[in-house]
């Protein structure tokens, strides 16, 4: 069964660092890019940038270029996204999504993580 | 944040047809191709109509995609209770370089 698990829940103060994991199983870990989307309370689905699993290159949404890193682990199948210098509006709930189409990074995600829930408050 | 543009808010009864509309320009859905998602609270978003108005395995037929100019649409047929749950859409843009995603759609079947 292909499966995209994300880590536990956060609770981060302002300024404060975070990092999220994404676990893959069940299909070969180096075929699909992966992207992260978030979605903060009463907003529309924020694209943040995608990672070529193959290589661990990066394209990084212009909103978030100087906050963001996204690195991976292809010896356990995991995908991690850093945030940096977090503020209020930065809670959301944070999900990573597998690309659609084999070896290419395109605009569409058929697989998704569970979600990871990210309040930052001091 | 630009997003494509999206009714904040739509309805229908069991049974009717409804159609959910999704607004963009010329450098994303005006060039490019549409996917529409469902999104269930609690859940994590699922797929239900890709770019080339393909219905991933389990997707009901009576999900459809359509295109036109700058605009897009996503039309259920036979509306279940099952189907309330928040839409979005989503198009590649060609100034963002990387995917573009809606503002949501919350879908109410009375």
């Known amino acids: 069964q292909v499966r995209l698990v994300q880590s536990g829940a956060e609770l981060k103060k302002p300024g404060a660092s975070m990092r999220i994991s994404c676990k893959s199983s069940?299909?070969?870990?180096?075929?699909?890019?992966i992207h992260w989307v978030r979605h903060a309370p009463g907003q529309g689905l924020e694209w943040m940038g995608v990672l070529n699993p193959s290589d661990g290159a990066t394209t990084y949404a212009q909103h978030f270029l100087d906050r963001v890193t996204m690195t991976r682990d292809a010896s356990t199948s995991t995908v991690y996204m850093d945030l940096s210098s977090l503020r209020s509006d930065d809670t959301a709930i944070y999900y990573c999504?597998?690309?659609?189409?084999?070896?290419?990074?395109?605009?569409?995600?058929?697989?998704w993580g569970q979600g990871t829930v990210v309040t930052v408050s001091s | 944040q630009s997003v494509l543009t999206q009714p904040p808010s739509a309805s229908a009864t069991p049974g009717q047809r409804v159609s959910i509309s999704c607004s963009g320009g010329s450098s994303n859905i005006g060039t490019n191709t549409v996917n529409w998602y469902q999104h269930l609270p609690g859940t994590a978003p699922k797929l239900l109509v890709n770019s080339h108005n393909q219905r991933p395995l389990g997707v009901p037929a009576r999900f459809s995609g359509s295109k036109s100019g700058t605009s897009a649409s996503l039309t259920i047929s036979g509306l279940q209770s099952e189907d309330e749950a928040d839409y979005y859409c989503s198009s590649w843009d060609d100034i963002l370089n990387g995917p573009l995603l809606g503002g949501g759609t919350k879908l109410t079947v009375l």
């Open positions: 999504a597998r690309d659609y189409a084999i070896e290419a990074f395109t605009d569409a995600f058929d697989i």
């Open positions: 069940g299909y070969f870990f180096t075929s699909y890019y």
